[in-house]
């Protein structure tokens, strides 16, 4: 299997890889959904608020995960990790994590001090992500489920609270994704 960064000429198979694996989990309207944003992430976002990786093997992309930048007021360098997809027959394999620990790793690298993400804390905290409420740090919209709301620092033990309100990608700037 090879980690690497995901190639816009891949866009088609990311949205199909997406569409697919949230289709056999969520069915077929949040696979759409999915596989919608991702293609809007891949194509309507700046390139210095975006990044994204791949898992392949055998010239297959087999999982997928984005990172958009999160802007906070006062001006802290820090993403969202979301959404992560692995191919249905690859899950449960360990490839999520390695994929996710392999983007942190290029973000840290990057000089990105914080990453947040939006939902299971049993699955993401295996990869560093604690709980926080919207006292550390504001999500841009309204959440539905307070308690999916995740973070990890790339610079400390500890999250420091953010100060003031925080804004996403357009792409992400729709309450139904919240």
Known sequence: M?????KSSNIEEIKQLFTQVFSDSEGQAEGELIGNLTYDIMTATDTQDLYGFVASENEQIIGCIFFTRLTFENGVNAFILSPVAIHTNYQGKGIGQKLINFGINQLKESGVRIVF???DHNFYSK???KLITEKIAKAPLKLTYPEGWLAQSL????IEPIAGDSSCVEAFNKPKIW
Do not use: N
């Open 2 to 6: 090879e980690l690497l960064t995901y």
């Open 117 to 119: 993400t939006y939902g």
């Open 127 to 129: 990869v560093g992500f």
């Open 155 to 158: 610079v400390s033990d500890e």
